[in-house]
């Protein structure tokens, strides 16, 4: 290929540098057909001289389907793919798709001269299209060099190639998928909208860009620019939800929940996804104030959220101890198909012991019981502990006395929540009950719940020193 120049002025390594992403090898790719698998270990073993001549002493003839076939897997070996295509190209005549991918393989390894070299035989070829620019604009995007993709699409007729929206988002899409461009996107859209007319897909782009980059003012000018100049259609769906998410994101709930309104009545609405993500974005953020009238929204609109999304607007409500609400969601996630589960109640469980909602809390256990949704250990202790303070003693044993039977383990925390509560209560008679049964089943008595057990027993004479002395043998005996 007598175009493509062998020594180009930039020297990449055998690695692209200008994609972050690995490109596959024939080692790494089952499905390579034998005669390429040959030609790729040819080009990555071979020394650069000795190249063309082991290429040809395969015999092999390089039809086009095989040189496309390589090309796709030699992104990591640029010089020796050039090569190849030199020698490949002396015999049969290269596909489109064949130069196509030779372009887009010089590009990402940045050796940009070669490139274009490739690019005027292909003009000569008559096999350039816009697919060919769409790889240009990303080579040199990814690269970091926004000037030089405008320029290529400003040359783009000088090639033969008109043009059009396609290539218009094609590089406004190359530009925003890199760090915080899309300023540099919006300077070229600002610049050519005149003269090729953006439609839909343009003002996406550049609204998943301001998304990404949070800018809540970008996006609104660029928002109301598209409803003037496209209006409002339900296919447009990925313009919306970044939109929407860009507000929620920047702490613009109610704003977002007005444009909400307004799209609800142009029969706009986004889908689930953007719900559930500007819910995830809420929960970070620890906002309950915004949540029940977005969720409202969205429930209003006949979407139908998850166990999900129940159990992550749960979790915000009890974590700000909204536990009306909570009760609320959980008494409605049921006729929307989503059925709470063992995460559901034990959040809402927590709340109730966190806030000392004592006979809720009671009520609430058996309920959970009942529903198969068992506590957690932790939930448990802090409950019996709760309940002792909140004079509800009976509860409290209840508890300790279903974690045993059902094997709620670790057991610790609850055993010893027990005890200190019996110890408060001066209630010895069960203290040494129940403590001589811990011992039986070798569940560990802290030495502080120890200690509070002595003084409770101490302090009622010597035969409950007595008591308290054989409990304390049989705890010292016990390997620690």
Same mark, same amino acid.
């Given at each position: 290929?007598?175009?493509?120049?062998?020594?180009? +002025?930039?020297?990449?390594?055998?690695?692209?540098?200008?994609?972050?992403?690995?490109?596959?090898?024939?080692?790494? +790719?089952?499905?390579?057909?034998?005669?390429?698998?040959?030609?790729?270990?040819?080009?990555?073993?071979?020394?650069?001289?000795?190249?063309?001549?082991?290429?040809?002493?395969?015999?092999?003839?390089?039809?086009?389907?095989?040189?496309?076939?390589?090309?796709?897997?030699?992104?990591?070996?640029?010089?020796?793919?050039?090569?190849?295509?030199?020698?490949?190209?002396?015999?049969?005549?290269?596909?489109?798709?064949?130069?196509?991918?030779?372009?887009?393989?010089?590009?990402?390894?940045?050796?940009?001269?070669?490139?274009?070299?490739?690019?005027? /035989?292909?003009?000569?070829?008559?096999?350039?299209?816009?697919?060919?620019?769409?790889?240009?604009?990303?080579?040199?995007?990814?690269?970091?060099?926004?000037?030089?993709?405008?320029?290529?699409?400003?040359?783009?007729?000088?090639?033969?190639?008109?043009? &059009?929206?396609?290539?218009?988002?094609?590089?406004?899409?190359?530009?925003?998928?890199?760090?915080?461009?899309?300023?540099?996107?919006?300077?070229?859209?600002?610049?050519?909208?005149?003269?090729?007319?953006?439609?839909?897909?343009?003002?996406?782009?550049?609204?998943?860009?301001?998304?990404?980059?949070?800018?809540?003012?970008?996006?609104?000018?660029?928002?109301?620019?598209?409803?003037?100049?496209?209006?409002?259609?339900?296919?447009?769906? /990925?313009?919306?939800?970044?939109?929407? +998410?860009?507000?929620?994101?920047?702490?613009?709930?109610?704003?977002?929940?007005?444009?909400?309104?307004?799209?609800?009545?142009?029969?706009?609405?986004?889908?689930?996804?953007?719900?559930?993500?500007?819910?995830?974005?809420?929960?970070?953020?620890?906002?309950?104030?915004?949540?029940?009238?977005?969720?409202? +929204?969205?429930?209003?609109?006949?979407?139908?959220?998850?166990?999900?999304?129940?159990?992550?607007?749960?979790?915000?409500?009890?974590?700000?101890?909204?536990?009306?609400?909570?009760?609320?969601?959980?008494?409605?996630?049921?006729?929307?198909?989503?059925?709470?589960?063992?995460?559901?109640? &034990?959040?809402?469980?927590?709340?109730?012991?966190?806030?000392?909602?004592?006979?809720?809390?009671?009520?609430?256990?058996?309920?959970?019981?009942?529903?198969?949704?068992?506590?957690?250990?932790?939930?448990?202790?802090?409950?019996?502990?709760?309940?002792?303070?909140?004079?509800?003693?009976?509860?409290?044993?209840?508890?300790?006395?279903?974690?045993?039977?059902?094997?709620?383990?670790?057991?610790?925390?609850?055993?010893?929540?027990?005890?200190?509560?019996?110890?408060?209560?001066?209630?010895?008679?069960?203290?040494?009950?129940?403590?001589?049964?811990?011992?039986?089943?070798?569940? &560990?008595?802290?030495?502080?719940?120890?200690?509070?057990?002595?003084?409770?027993?101490?302090?009622?004479?010597?035969?409950?020193?007595?008591?308290?002395?054989?409990?304390?043998?049989?705890?010292?005996?016990?390997?620690?």
């Amino acid at each position: 290929m007598e175009a493509i120049s062998e020594n180009p +002025t930039h020297r990449p390594s055998s690695v692209p540098l200008s994609h972050p992403q690995h490109y596959p090898t024939y080692l790494e +790719t089952p499905d390579v057909s034998l005669r390429a698998k040959i030609f790729c270990e040819i080009l990555i073993k071979s020394p650069p001289q000795d190249v063309e001549s082991a290429l040809s002493s395969t015999g092999i003839q390089p039809l086009p389907e095989i040189v496309e076939e390589v090309l796709k897997l030699s992104y990591g070996s640029p010089s020796a793919a050039v090569k190849f295509f030199r020698w490949a190209g002396l015999t049969h005549k290269h596909s489109a798709y064949a130069w196509s991918l030779m372009v887009d393989l010089l590009g990402k390894n940045q050796m940009f001269e070669p490139m274009w070299d490739a690019i005027r /035989s292909m003009k000569q070829e008559g096999v350039l299209s816009i697919a060919t620019f769409v790889s240009v604009f990303g080579s040199y995007c990814t690269a970091g060099r926004f000037n030089e993709a405008t320029m290529t699409f400003d040359v783009m007729d000088r090639y033969g190639i008109q043009p &059009n929206i396609v290539a218009v988002n094609s590089l406004l899409s190359a530009i925003c998928t890199e760090d915080n461009q899309t300023m540099k996107a919006l300077e070229f859209f600002e610049r050519i909208k005149a003269k090729i007319a953006p439609d839909m897909d343009s003002f996406a782009i550049l609204l998943e860009g301001w998304e990404k980059e949070g800018n809540v003012a970008k996006a609104k000018n660029t928002f109301g620019e598209m409803v003037i100049r496209v209006g409002w259609s339900p296919l447009n769906m /990925s313009a919306y939800d970044a939109f929407l +998410t860009t507000l929620v994101r920047g702490a613009q709930v109610e704003e977002a929940i007005k444009f909400l309104r307004v799209m609800k009545g142009k029969n706009c609405l986004p889908g689930l996804k953007f719900f559930s993500n500007a819910l995830d974005i809420l929960v970070k953020q620890n906002d309950s104030t915004h949540v029940i009238p977005l969720w409202d +929204t969205m429930v209003g609109s006949g979407l139908v959220p998850n166990l999900i999304m129940y159990n992550a607007i749960i979790g915000l409500l009890c974590n700000n101890k909204d536990v009306d609400n909570a009760f609320r969601f959980l008494d409605e996630m049921v006729f929307y198909g989503a059925f709470p589960d063992s995460l559901t109640y &034990n959040m809402i469980f927590q709340c109730l012991i966190k806030n000392k909602k004592v006979r809720v809390a009671g009520k609430f256990f058996v309920e959970m019981i009942k529903n198969e949704c068992p506590p957690t250990h932790l939930n448990c202790s802090a409950a019996i502990a709760m309940l002792f303070d909140g004079d509800d003693p009976q509860m409290a044993i209840d508890i300790w006395e279903y974690m045993v039977k059902n094997h709620v383990s670790p057991l610790d925390d609850g055993a010893n929540a027990l005890l200190i509560g019996l110890c408060n209560m001066g209630r010895l008679t069960d203290l040494r009950r129940f403590a001589e049964n811990m011992l039986d089943r070798r569940i &560990n008595i802290y030495e502080s719940t120890m200690e509070k057990v002595k003084n409770a027993f101490y302090k009622e004479g010597r035969s409950a020193r007595d008591s308290y002395d054989h409990l304390s043998r049989k705890w010292k005996k016990l390997p620690r």
